[in-house]
């Protein structure tokens, strides 16, 4: 007999998913799928609203809309992964260092990860990317940066639970190594919360290479981005609405999509809520 779905601990993930992979798909399918070619100039077709040849209608240069929100899911996809990638990696690597040897260690490697902290996020990302240089590749790299603290510090704290555990103690007494006790002990018990953590800052990154394109410091027209796309919008927002809000909504339902799905990922991973 097939049991009833937990709605309390998988709902999130499963309403969220489908909108995820959609999301991926379209980003991976973006030349087979987009109706026409993002940076096709039309000028018999400028500022054209929403209709049965442009579903989205066009910009100000008769570039269709979908195609370019289309395109420019893939510029987001790969900015909020790579990032994501950077961080979890480099902050989970010092948050276990930290927590395994402590002392001196422990406090030179956190202090600086709170210097870091302390900086707001957008402002961080443009003193690096003025540092870097504009381009999506440096994007990556300032967002990735930006998330090191954060992974560092919820990797430490689980870390440090980790070792307060009796297997643990059992591990060291067996004579187990520093590099098989953080790779084979610590390491897979801090990857559930850091895979929460993981989906919420893709989001976050995501809203971040967002900003940076619509300030000018990430991807540089003509190539589409979310960000980019809202900035060229704002001086036709009177006349061509659709130029800003296609890709404002495409990023409100990414952004909120991945929020909730993190937040089904704890639901389902974190112990004290398993029936």
Not at 122 to 135: D, E, K, P, Q, R
Not at 152 to 180: D, H, K, N, W, Y
Not at 188 to 216: C, D
Request: charged share 15%; with cysteine.
């Amino acid at each position: 007999m097939i049991r009833r779905l937990n709605w309390r601990r998988y709902g999130l993930v499963v309403v969220t998913l489908p909108v995820v992979a959609m999301v991926f798909l379209a980003a991976a399918l973006a030349p087979f799928i987009a109706p026409y070619d993002p940076f096709e100039l039309d000028v018999l077709m400028m500022l054209q609203g929403p209709g049965a040849d442009h579903l989205l209608g066009t910009d100000e240069l008769g570039r269709d809309i979908l195609s370019r929100v289309i395109h420019a899911s893939r510029v987001s996809i790969v900015v909020g992964l790579v990032a994501v990638a950077i961080g979890a990696t480099g902050g989970t690597l010092i948050g276990v260092l930290a927590a395994h040897f402590g002392g001196a260690v422990d406090s030179v490697l956190m202090r600086f990860m709170e210097i870091v902290f302390c900086f707001p996020a957008i402002l961080l990302a443009v003193i690096l990317m003025a540092n870097l240089g504009t381009s999506v590749l440096n994007a990556m790299l300032a967002i990735g940066i930006i998330f090191i603290p954060g992974f560092a510090r919820l990797t430490r704290a689980v870390a440090q639970t980790v070792q307060r555990q009796s297997f643990l103690e059992a591990a060291i007494c067996l004579g187990m190594g520093p590099v098989r006790l953080i790779t084979r002990e610590i390491l897979p018990n801090v990857i559930g919360p850091v895979l929460v953590e993981a989906a919420v800052a893709f989001s976050y990154a995501v809203l971040l290479e967002s900003a940076l394109s619509f300030l000018g410091l990430g991807a540089q027209p003509p190539e589409p981005s979310w960000g980019n796309m809202i900035n060229t919008g704002r001086g036709f927002i009177d006349q061509a609405p659709w130029i800003s809000l296609a890709p404002g909504a495409a990023l409100f339902v990414t952004v909120f999509s991945f929020n909730l799905l993190g937040d089904g990922l704890r639901d389902v991973l974190d112990p004290k809520l398993h029936d």
